[in-house]
């Protein structure tokens, strides 16, 4: 059996040096190196020290788990990502995952489920435990169930897609310029939007707005 490499990225050193003894155990893998952070990832690898497989915490100062999994998949796609973590929230869990990481493993595993990670990630399938199967089922759910609008929300939708400030918007609605702030913030939640362009993109993308 060919031996799997793996890279430890992690800023908590103690854990870094009980993770590194535990997969040194396991065999037909090693630790090819160690990293603190994605800035030292970035130095230390190249195409002649590149793991097969990286172990990335999320948290981590300087460059954190969700940039360094975006490094990796621009930069080395071929390298099969697993995140380590605590019990993450929903949101975080779904970034890193349409970062396509192959893997999510909490710090407090059991030992045999480090290595069934590492075995199924490296064989080209993926190891998500149960929380994360269900993130991803009600994710899938929710994207499924179309997003209806009153028609406040598209009058304000279609005005916010033009030139009018907020407070033409406001004047022209016939409301105060918080309600048109409280309009707004509830479609970027319920859109999932960040931006005043993303409710344009929105707009235009569902044919709400002619151009």
């Known amino acids: ?3 799997i490499h793996i890279a430890l990225v992690d800023d908590h050193r103690l854990f870094r040096s009980g993770i590194a003894s535990l997969i040194n ?3 037909g893998y090693s630790i090819l ?4 952070n994605g800035e030292e990832l970035i130095r230390k690898i190249s195409p002649k020290n590149k793991p097969d497989i990286v172990l990335l915490d999320i948290h981590m100062p300087i460059m954190d788990g969700a940039s360094t ?3 990796l998949k621009e930069n080395y796609p071929e390298i099969r990502v697993i995140v380590l973590s605590m019990l993450e929230d929903a949101e975080r869990v779904l970034t890193m995952l349409k970062l396509g990481v192959k893997g999510y493993l909490l710090k407090d595993a059991e030992p045999y489920e ?3 990670a590492l075995k199924k990630v490296s064989q080209g399938e993926v190891y998500y435990p149960e929380f994360v199967t269900k993130l991803l089922i009600n994710s899938f ?3 499924i169930e ?3 609008l009153n028609p406040r929300e598209l009058e304000f939708l279609r005005l916010a897609s033009s030139e009018l400030t907020y407070k033409e918007i406001a004047d022209q609605m016939c409301i105060s310029i918080r309600t048109v702030d409280g309009y707004r913030d509830h479609l970027f939640t319920k859109l999932n939007i960040k931006s005043r362009i993303g409710l344009v993109l929105y707009a235009v993308k569902n044919k709400l ?3």
Do not use: R, V, Y
């Not at 190196?33 to 603190?36: R, S, T």
């Open 1 to 3: 059996m060919e031996t």
């Open 114 to 116: 480090f290595e069934q």
């Open 146 to 148: 179309p997003i209806i």
């Open 33 to 36: 190196f160690e990293a603190g």
């Open 25 to 27: 155990n396991f065999k």
């Open 69 to 71: 999994a975006q490094w």
């Open 141 to 143: 759910n929710q994207q």
């Open 209 to 211: 707005i002619d151009l």
